[in-house]
T-cell receptor, first 111, second 113 residues
């Protein structure tokens, strides 16, 4: 039981490049989330998926898109990366009645 | 005013000390309260999860919720160097699909041996 896994662990991009961050969970949770963590800002919600087939914007969705591929997988895409998207990205999953469980994070540097 | 306020520290204590970490909040709709521990370059790890006002104890950790004062605390007894981490409080109004957690900015704790 790996919990929540994320790939890659670390990525460097140039401004304007695109990439997809991958997240998978093996806990049979319905809901999945993407957060970003920045110094002095705490964790902020980018997008979430309440259940397979649905996605919704969070607090800071601009510049991102998401795909809920199936119940296990939820990806985050940066179509044209900007230096302001330099951050640590965390995926989380959740089942009603429990709290959210987080992955190990992806550290992204946009030059 | 931020929804959740948390003193970022840093907080430095000697091994064996009792540590008190605190958060205040402004939204009276918050009903579920969590404490996460985050080691450097790792993801947040759930420590405590409470719903009602009062105390919840788990080993050396005690979570306290005072909804009337909109104040939550985490106490660590007999602190160890392995407790050195950033502690994040989090809360939400409903424990259902799609409800985001609102986080404090985290308090960095250092326990010296």
């Amino acid at each position: 039981n790996a919990g929540v896994t994320q790939t890659p662990k670390f990525q460097v991009l140039k401004t304007g490049q695109s990439m997809t961050l991958q997240c998978a969970q093996d806990m049979n949770h319905n809901s999945m989330y993407w957060y970003r963590q920045d110094p002095g800002m705490g964790l902020r919600l980018i997008y979430y998926s309440a259940s397979e087939g649905t996605t919704d914007k969070g607090e800071v969705p601009n510049g991102y898109n998401v795909s809920r591929l199936n119940k296990r997988e939820f990806s985050l895409r940066l179509e044209s990366a900007a230096p302001s998207q330099t951050s640590v990205y965390f995926c989380a999953s959740h089942r009603r009645g429990e709290t959210q469980y987080f992955g190990p994070g992806t550290r992204l540097l946009v030059l | 005013q931020k929804e959740v306020e948390q003193d970022p520290g840093p907080l430095s204590v000697p091994e064996g000390a009792i540590v008190s970490l605190n958060c205040t909040y402004s939204n009276s709709a918050f009903q579920y309260f969590m404490w996460y521990r985050q080691y450097s370059r790792k993801g947040p790890e759930l420590l405590m999860y409470t719903y009602s006002s009062g105390n919840k104890e788990d080993g050396r950790f005690t979570a306290q919720v005072d909804k009337s004062s909109k104040y939550i605390s985490l106490f660590i007894r007999d602190s160890q160097p392995s407790d050195s981490a950033t502690y994040l409080c989090a809360m939400t109004s409903a424990n259902q699909a799609g409800t985001a957690l609102i986080f404090g900015k985290g308090t960095t704790l250092s326990v010296s041996s």
